[in-house]
């Protein structure tokens, strides 16, 4: 099990047969076909959608900035800028650090936009509940519990589409060559 969400992949079978794709797959749902690599189930994926590396940098940041924050009143100020205004600054690296982790990370079979995209989404419902001082002034705990819950439940309805083995083999093949056609030749 990766760290990231990974894709369904459809099996390499011939079913793009002139329309009869959607047919063929529909008669035979539920079915377990061989070369079928199912992805994550929607457990994990809620799981893996917690941007748990990226909170628990915040944490450590908030951690500095929250006893500045005790030490220095509500006007403290670090380097000349005030406690606030680097609050606010971290809570925008974690979600600019979420999505290139995600990339940092990813694997062959990884969902890795799908993940970076519901994982930077979450960050901020996460920096809200672990008490990030950008959000002293409107924190209330219940209320970021229930954020937090309800965020990870939906987020594991985000399914990443499967991989189609074949038709990304006929998308990155090249052209055919130019050459004499079939009609040409027997003129």
């Known amino acids: 099990m990766g760290r990231l969400v990974r894709k369904p992949v459809v099996p390499d079978l011939d079913l793009q047969i002139a329309g009869l794709d959607s047919v063929l797959q529909a ?5 377990q076909m061989a ?6 189930n929607y457990l994990e994926r809620m799981i893996k959608y917690i941007p748990g590396e990226v909170v628990g940098f915040s944490m450590l940041i908030n951690a500095i900035l929250d006893q500045a924050m005790k030490s220095g009143g509500p006007d403290a100020a670090m380097a000349g800028l005030p406690i606030s205004t680097i609050a606010a600054g971290a809570l925008v690296v974690g979600c600019i650090l979420t999505p290139l982790f995600c990339w940092y990370v990813r694997e062959d079979g990884d969902a890795w936009i799908t993940n970076a995209v519901v994982s930077t989404i979450a960050f901020p419902f996460w920096a809200y509940l672990m008490g990030a001082v950008v959000f002293v002034n409107v924190h209330d705990g219940n209320l970021a519990v229930i954020l937090v819950l309800t965020f990870t439940v939906v987020s594991g ?6 991989d189609r083995p074949k038709v990304a083999a006929q998308q990155q093949a090249a052209p055919p060559k130019e050459g004499p056609r079939l009609v040409e030749a027997f003129a």
């Open 35 to 40: 070369g079928t690599v199912a992805g994550d």
């Open 27 to 31: 008669d035979m749902a539920g079915m």
């Open 157 to 162: 309805l985000a399914y990443p589409a499967a």
